[in-house]
């Protein structure tokens, strides 16, 4: 089993930064790839990055591709994704979610971001 709890989320005006922040525990070696999602009023959830551990990769979806940025503190199990330039269609439930091998897919709670104009 692998637990997820994101943070950061909150509320901005168009043009600021959030970092947002996916600590990881349980069976963390398990897990083959991680990635950010995220989920707006009415919308399909839709995907933001993903980091494949295995291949050796981290691609990002055009949705955001030039205003986000992964990064990892692997010594405090955390992935964070910095976001930049933020707009009002940004705003939605980010989440985090983790890929093993063996027992499936596991996501955070979320947290929700706000971008006024």
């Known amino acids: 089993q692998v637990h997820l709890v994101e943070s950061g989320g909150g509320v901005v005006q168009a043009g600021g930064s959030l970092r947002l922040s996916c600590v990881a525990s349980?069976?963390?070696?398990?897990?083959?790839?991680k990635a950010w999602y995220r989920q707006a009023p009415g919308r399909q959830r839709e995907l933001v990055a993903f980091?494949?551990?295995?291949?050796?990769?981290?691609t990002y979806e055009d949705s955001m591709k030039g205003r986000v940025t992964v990064s990892e503190d692997r010594a405090k199990n955390t992935m964070y994704l910095q976001m930049n330039n933020l707009k009002p269609e940004d705003t939605a439930a980010y989440y985090c979610?983790?890929?093993?091998?063996?027992?499936?897919?596991?996501w955070g709670q979320g947290t929700q971001v706000f971008v006024s104009s």
């Open positions: 349980g069976n963390i070696f398990s897990i083959n790839a």
């Open positions: 980091r494949n551990y295995v291949a050796g990769t981290l």
């Open positions: 979610a983790a890929e093993t091998a063996q027992d499936g897919d596991f």
